[in-house]
């Protein structure tokens, strides 16, 4: 029996440049689950993304799923794509599995908490304070290299991960500093500056960016405090869940968000397609 995935729509071309495109997938003709693929606005038509794979009930463990994500693979191969990348929700244990039988490897992961009504204190002689301006002009150059250079060190060609990085920061902070809905934050220990923390509030939780402790003050328990931090600037702002993602490979900061409560919500697998 032959596995193949069957268009149920034309090619569809967003305003961002991104393409897109669902699928059925058959087996002789006959559908038994479907597929969803995607490029993604960051990564302009370098990098694909399988956004939906299903295989119903009666046709699974027959290597279905197998058979259409090679499938997806060629026509990401056909669009250009250099890589392509997976979407898992954690709890979807079999399609961790079937991608990395497949050749993926992880890339990042999604992170979240349910936090409660009152906010966590900072360590004796610890405290948060708003960034100035000057602060913020240096702060945003660093962060938009370390962004660009996370992303290069993930197999993401460098003058493609520099746009990226610098296109990211100017949508999502077009009035910089004062920008809706962020807060960018200066830790202190004892009027020494340790660290720094960016959180975005959306309309029903907050989200980490960014959090750093100064390299000169790391192994002193800061980032656990500018973790407390963001915590405490949710609940006061009335987000009951904060979220964030973590890179693959960063053992302290995983080890820390799961010693703090957080877990897994999804994972980003990725292959790069030769």
């Given at each position: 029996m032959t596995t193949t995935l069957r268009p149920t729509e034309p090619l569809q071309r967003a305003t961002d440049g991104t393409r897109s495109r669902r699928y059925q997938v058959c087996v002789n003709s006959r559908p038994v689950g479907a597929l969803r693929l995607a490029t993604l606005p960051q990564f302009g038509d370098s990098v694909a993304r399988i956004l939906d794979l299903r295989i119903e009930e009666p046709d699974r463990h027959r290597g279905r799923g197998t058979v259409a994500a090679l499938a997806a693979e060629e026509v990401a191969r056909g669009w250009g794509c250099r890589q392509i990348e997976a979407l898992v929700p954690a709890d979807a244990d079999a399609a961790l599995r079937l991608v990395g039988?497949?050749?993926?490897?992880?890339?990042?992961?999604?992170?979240?908490?349910?936090?409660?009504?009152t906010p966590p204190g900072l360590p004796?002689?610890?405290?948060?304070?708003?960034?100035t301006e000057a602060e913020y002009e240096t702060w945003i150059a660093e962060e938009t290299e370390a962004y660009a250079r996370v992303w290069i060190e993930r197999g993401v060609p460098e003058a493609v991960a520099h746009e990226m990085s610098r296109r990211g920061h100017a949508t999502l902070l077009p009035q910089g500093l004062t920008t809706e809905g962020m807060r960018f934050t200066v830790l202190e220990h004892e009027g020494t500056r340790v660290g720094t923390l960016w959180v975005a509030l959306t309309e029903d939780k907050a989200y980490v960016y960014d959090v750093h402790a100064d390299p000169a003050h790391r192994g002193h328990g800061h980032g656990r405090s500018l973790m407390l931090l963001a915590e405490a600037q949710a609940i006061a702002a009335g987000r009951r869940v904060l979220g964030l993602n973590v890179f693959a490979g960063n053992t302290p900061a995983e080890r820390l968000y799961e010693s703090l409560g957080y877990g897994t919500t999804r994972h980003v697998l990725y292959k790069n397609l030769l």
């Amino acid at each position: 029996m032959t596995t193949t995935l069957r268009p149920t729509e034309p090619l569809q071309r967003a305003t961002d440049g991104t393409r897109s495109r669902r699928y059925q997938v058959c087996v002789n003709s006959r559908p038994v689950g479907a597929l969803r693929l995607a490029t993604l606005p960051q990564f302009g038509d370098s990098v694909a993304r399988i956004l939906d794979l299903r295989i119903e009930e009666p046709d699974r463990h027959r290597g279905r799923g197998t058979v259409a994500a090679l499938a997806a693979e060629e026509v990401a191969r056909g669009w250009g794509c250099r890589q392509i990348e997976a979407l898992v929700p954690a709890d979807a244990d079999a399609a961790l599995r079937l991608v990395g039988a497949l050749g993926y490897v992880h890339r990042n992961r999604g992170m979240e908490k349910q936090l409660g009504d009152t906010p966590p204190g900072l360590p004796v002689g610890s405290l948060g304070r708003p960034m100035t301006e000057a602060e913020y002009e240096t702060w945003i150059a660093e962060e938009t290299e370390a962004y660009a250079r996370v992303w290069i060190e993930r197999g993401v060609p460098e003058a493609v991960a520099h746009e990226m990085s610098r296109r990211g920061h100017a949508t999502l902070l077009p009035q910089g500093l004062t920008t809706e809905g962020m807060r960018f934050t200066v830790l202190e220990h004892e009027g020494t500056r340790v660290g720094t923390l960016w959180v975005a509030l959306t309309e029903d939780k907050a989200y980490v960016y960014d959090v750093h402790a100064d390299p000169a003050h790391r192994g002193h328990g800061h980032g656990r405090s500018l973790m407390l931090l963001a915590e405490a600037q949710a609940i006061a702002a009335g987000r009951r869940v904060l979220g964030l993602n973590v890179f693959a490979g960063n053992t302290p900061a995983e080890r820390l968000y799961e010693s703090l409560g957080y877990g897994t919500t999804r994972h980003v697998l990725y292959k790069n397609l030769l």
